[in-house]
């Protein structure tokens, strides 16, 4: 989702996902550092991480 999402904002956005994966503690910054974008940070009170549209 996060993939199909990113395209759509403006860059410079940030896109909250929610996700309550384990998995995604690892594979949401992996995503990023794949595909250019930042990641901001894990969100503090819930499942959620952060992710800055770079470019």
Known sequence: MLARLVPEVEVGSVVRVLADDPAAA???????????????????????????RVR
Do not use: K, N, S, T
């Open 26 to 52: 690892v594979d949401i910054p992996a995503w990023c550092r794949l595909r250019g974008q930042e990641f901001v940070g894990a969100v503090e009170d819930g499942p959620g991480y952060d992710v800055r």
